[in-house]
């Protein structure tokens, strides 16, 4: 009993104390001699009344790993007399495999905005470590370059969707970002029986502490049947339903969002067992119809 109150006060603890305020698209500016280099846009007044974060998952697994689609649905509001135009940044994390992302889209307002894709190298460990949004824009070369580089390079990566906003004096505009990301893997092994896969990802959500402001945020995390439990966050998810998790705030968290979805040779048995008992109760459904069918033509 006692055990269960200290998780019921650590629950309420995650959602009432307050939380530093940063976010995930980054505002940004084009520098340079030649003008195509990105930097951070400071005294962007553009705010960020709310945003919704959807991870799904995908069931069937990405090559030797997992991967989830992600979805970024934010309200963005330009409270200044002027035109405010200026490119954005929305940085995702890369697996060692995943050097091509072909399902990606930017919506402004269900309009779809130019999209150019920028890569930035970077070893897991220093991804853990945390990278600066002026360190991550700096390092990004065109894709097509950043290719050339790893080909080869047993490296990992973070891909920046850039584009360009543009929102009217008092507008309110919704802004849309779908990628895919994939997860880093790891198998713990019993007599060449693997006993537990965990499936971790990484999502950047301090770049955009130079919005205006950022009021609310909304995460969703909708896990694969294969792999249905949250194991480790870097937030305080709660229970939402069968496979899925919510987190709210009135704030942006401190940090970036990790997360680790977990699968057992347990829940393995199980869920096949559960697909097994299923398909038996179908049979006797169908069994039971046949038989009353049979009776009323004798």
Known sequence: MKKLLALFWMAILCFALPQAVWANT?????????????????????????????????????????????????????????????????????????????????????????????????????????????QLLENCVPENVWKDYVQGNDSTGIRLLAFELELQPGETAKLQ???????????????RIPTETRYTFYYYLSPAQYW???????????????????????????????????????????????????STILLTVLRWLTRLGQLLCAVIILLYIYRRICKKDA
């Open 177 to 191: 970002l779908q990628t895919v990301t994939e997860a880093f893997m790891e198998e713990r092994i019993f007599s």
């Open 212 to 262: 205006g402001s950022f009021e609310n945020i909304t995460i969703d995390l909708r896990l694969s049947p294969k792999a249905p439990v949250l194991a480790d966050s870097s937030l305080c998810f709660i229970p939402a339903g069968p496979c899925r998790y919510i987190y709210h705030g009135d704030a942006l968290p401190d940090g970036e969002l990790i997360f680790t979805a977990k």
């Open 26 to 134: 980054l505002p940004s500016r084009w520098e340079g001699t030649s003008g195509n280099e990105l930097r951070v846009a400071e005294g962007c007044p553009v705010q960020v009344k709310r945003e919704r974060l959807t991870f799904r998952v995908n069931p069937r697994k990405a090559g030797y790993t997992a991967e989830s689609t992600v979805t970024a649905v934010y309200a963005l509001y330009n409270p200044t007399d002027a035109v405010c135009t200026f490119p954005a940044v929305f940085p995702v994390v890369l697996t060692r495999r995943q050097q091509t992302m072909d399902e990606q889209a930017v919506l402004l307002d269900g309009e779809p905005l130019p999209v150019t894709a920028y890569q930035a190298d970077f070893s897991e460990q220093k991804i853990l470590d945390g990278l600066t949004p002026s």
